[in-house]
Antibody
């Protein structure tokens, strides 16, 4: 059974940093691209970052480029998101999402999602 | 960026009725790289359709996807009580990968 368990969310002041983790199990981690997708209260889904199965390729939208860094540790089957220079509009539930194995580079959709971790940026 | 526009914003229907949800993209992208997700309150999204028309594992056959180019459709042939939720489309053929704003299917 595929499991994705996010952690690391919380309350942080504007300009601060936070590191999210997503512990995974139930699938071959290194064969699947992974991503973070966020959802602000009452809003839709917004893709935040993605990383290839090997970790060699990463993808970011302009809204977070230069502030967020996605990474993965295959020895621990864990995905990370380092978030710096946080702003109020980064407040959201952050979901860890798994892509099916062997998708074309960068062309990711998501077949399993975690339950999310809340990030609140406020003074 | 490719913009995905979903319509209608809200669809009010009764159980047993047919639901037709639209996702229109601002430009076409490679192949049929479009997915649909269902999200219920307080839950994570669930993959329904990928490749515009392929059902994900364990998705009932009352859900179907169609379309190509810039116009895509999710059809629920006969609404069950558990189908009332918000539905999102996502394109993954062009960077950045983007989601539509969602269509809420509510009980009439």
């Amino acid at each position: 059974e595929v499991q994705l368990l996010e952690s690391g969310g919380g309350l942080v002041q504007p300009g601060g940093s936070l590191r999210l983790s997503c512990a995974t199990s139930g699938f071959t981690f290194s064969t699947c691209a992974m991503a973070w997708v966020r959802q602000a209260p009452g809003k839709g889904l917004e893709w935040v970052s993605a990383i290839s199965g090997s970790g060699g390729s990463t993808y970011y939208p302009d809204a977070v480029k230069g502030r967020f860094t996605i990474s993965r540790d295959s020895s621990k089957n864990t995905l990370f998101l380092q978030m710096n220079s946080l702003r109020a509009d980064d407040s959201a539930v952050y979901y860890c999402a798994k892509a099916p194995p062997a998708l074309s580079q960068g062309k990711y959709y998501f077949d399993f999602w975690g339950q999310g971790t809340q990030v609140t940026v406020s003074s | 960026d490719i913009v995905l526009t979903q319509s209608p914003g809200t669809l009010s229907l009764s159980p047993g009725e047919r639901a037709t949800l639209s996702c229109r993209t601002s430009q076409s992208f490679s192949s049929s790289s479009l997915a649909w997700y269902q999200q219920k309150p307080g839950q994570a999204p669930r993959l329904l359709i990928y490749g515009a028309s392929s059902r994900a594992t364990d998705i009932p056959d009352r859900f179907s996807g169609s379309g190509s180019g810039t116009d895509f459709t999710l059809t629920i042939s006969r609404l069950e009580p558990e189908d009332f939720a918000v539905y999102y489309c996502q394109q993954y053929g062009s960077s950045p990968r983007t989601f539509g704003q969602g269509t809420k299917v509510e009980i009439k």
